[in-house]
């Protein structure tokens, strides 16, 4: 997804998707793209010499889950209910305002006209919208979802189906095919999980309605745009409830910046051309500064009293020098690199696996601003190339937070005047993970940043 986010996740949005099923059945967040007949992108069969064109995806059914009616989870002013209903009452003259700025990028008060007629707000995304899995799920129980043997298996088939296509992304553009096709994966499940959402009414209703609406009127005006400019079918700008669209899900704006006509029939086409899916997604990470011949990370071990503080994500140094405080693989073997700069993730804590940050990690963390999405990618492209699993045990006994517990416990930090970068939004990112950190270093605990149910109840007593 090649957006540009804060707090959010929209060019990343469909992988939700492709995990509403697992979702359903684990009771946690379901529904989110409203794609339960997810197109078939790959329907057709084909063997070494096939063509690198799509299938045409098969008609999916909308969505007819209706807005909950209550007030968003991340506690935010304009996702309280009241504000959501009123901003609704007001979608007609919130677009009317928006007109001016879509005449700026040439689009005609006809085709406006015509795109917005009768368009009506999509409430359910508020729902939605703070109910997010890579921010809501233990960083276990999201990579189970998302790396799992049938995507690892199916991800190889693809890889082999389309070798041609992923050989000369590659070769062009310098971006690893397996990052390529588990975004692929993670996105849309190969391009079986397909939102069927208008794009248009989606970044419409964000652009009126709800916390993002600076963010998203951007991109309801690209939206707008691309139709208008005849770049993308009308009834091809359909996808997930935050208006990313194509099976490894570009904004209307990423679209814009990174898509390439990869395989030379003068369009840019990332819906259903399999070169275009695939150049420009790794056109998208080349020009978000990925870094040839680098992995995004490493499993590793730490040593016995080792300094949690040095867990920062703005702390890098080289692989060489970790290994000489005594940090080492995980599978025991040496760290190919030694130069290359690195940060260490502990997102489990102490008790859990732990993982040292390449550059390529920030990258990904551009498609999607998540650490569990990055972290689900770079896991699973080490998996369609053949490595194993995550070696170290997750802590799985330890319970998961409820997004009203994390926004607690954010609130009880910032009272005590630790900066978790921000107002409580009920999402434990790397700023409260650090502010976590220097409270457990004030009381005497391990600062390991892992925000638990005895960390909370601990805060709530003192």
């Given at each position: 997804m090649a957006a540009r986010t804060k707090g959010i996740t929209p060019k990343g949005m469909l992988h939700i998707a492709a995990v509403a099923m697992p979702l359903l059945l684990s009771g946690g967040p379901s529904g989110a793209q409203g794609a339960g007949a997810s197109p078939q992108l790959f329907a057709q069969s084909s063997g070494a010499g096939a063509t690198d064109a799509a299938a045409s995806p098969a008609p999916a059914r909308s969505s007819t889950r209706e807005w909950s009616g209550e007030s968003g989870s991340s506690g935010h002013p304009l996702m309280k209910a009241d504000a959501i209903r009123q901003a609704a009452a007001d979608f007609p003259a919130c677009?009317?305002?928006?007109?001016?700025?879509?005449?700026?990028?040439?689009?005609?008060?006809?085709?406006?006209?015509?795109?917005?007629?009768?368009?009506?707000?999509?409430?359910r995304i508020m729902d939605l919208m703070d109910a997010q899995p890579e921010f809501t799920k233990a960083f276990w129980d999201y990579l189970d979802i998302l790396v799992n043997d049938g995507k690892i298996q199916r991800g190889r088939e693809v890889l082999a189906q389309y070798a041609p296509s992923f050989a000369a992304a590659e070769?062009?553009?310098?971006?690893?095919?397996?990052?390529?096709?588990?975004?692929?994966?993670?996105?849309?499940?190969?391009?079986?999980?397909?939102?069927?959402?208008?794009?248009?009414?989606?970044?419409?209703?964000?652009?009126?309605?709800?916390r993002r609406q600076d963010y998203f009127r951007d991109e309801f005006l690209a939206a707008v745009e691309l139709l208008h400019r005849g770049d993308?079918?009308?009834?091809?700008?359909?996808?997930?409830?935050?208006?990313?669209?194509?099976?490894?899900?570009?904004?209307?704006t990423s679209f814009k910046r990174f898509a390439i006509d990869f395989d030379g029939d003068g369009r840019r086409d990332v819906v259903d051309s399999i070169a275009d899916i695939i150049g420009s997604t790794a056109n998208n990470l080349k020009k978000d500064g990925w870094a040839p011949g680098q992995t995004w990370g490493y499993e590793v071990v730490l040593p016995q009293g080792f300094d949690y503080l040095l867990a920062d994500s703005s702390r890098k140094l080289p692989l060489g020098e970790w290994a000489r405080l005594g940090v080492t693989r995980a599978n025991g073997?040496?760290?190919?690199?030694?130069?290359?700069?690195?940060?260490?993730?502990?997102?489990?804590?102490?008790?859990?696996?732990?993982?040292?940050?390449?550059?390529?990690?920030?990258?990904?963390?551009?498609?999607n601003p998540a650490e569990a999405y990055a972290l689900a990618i770079g896991h699973l492209a080490d998996r369609l190339r053949g490595d194993g699993p995550v070696i170290q045990a997750w802590p799985?006994?330890?319970?998961?937070?409820?997004?009203?517990?994390?926004?607690?416990?954010?609130?009880?930090?910032?009272?005590?005047?630790?900066d978790i970068g921000g107002e409580p939004n009920g999402r434990i990112n790397a700023r409260s993970r650090s502010a976590i950190?220097?409270?457990?270093?004030?009381?005497?605990?391990?600062?390991?940043?892992?925000?638990?149910?005895d960390l909370l109840d601990?805060?709530?007593?003192r």
């Open positions: 677009l009317e305002r928006l007109w001016p700025l879509a005449a700026r990028r040439g689009v005609t008060r006809e085709s406006y006209q015509r795109l917005t007629a009768g368009l009506t707000p999509d409430l070769k062009a553009l310098g971006v690893d095919r397996h990052i390529v096709a588990a975004i692929w994966g993670v996105e849309s499940n190969y391009g079986t999980a397909g939102g069927d959402r208008s794009v248009v009414r989606s970044t419409a209703t964000l652009a009126c309605i709800g993308v079918a009308p009834d091809r700008l359909v996808g997930s409830w935050a208006g990313a669209f194509g099976p490894t899900q570009f904004m209307p073997k040496p760290f190919p690199r030694p130069n290359d700069q690195a940060s260490l993730l502990i997102p489990a804590g102490a008790g859990g696996p732990a993982f040292l940050m390449l550059n390529n990690f920030r990258v990904i963390m551009k498609y799985r006994h330890e319970r998961v937070l409820t997004s009203a517990e994390r926004y607690e416990l954010q609130a009880h930090l910032v009272r005590r005047g630790f950190k220097s409270y457990q270093t004030s009381v005497g605990l391990v600062p390991d940043g892992f925000a638990t149910a601990r805060l709530r007593s």
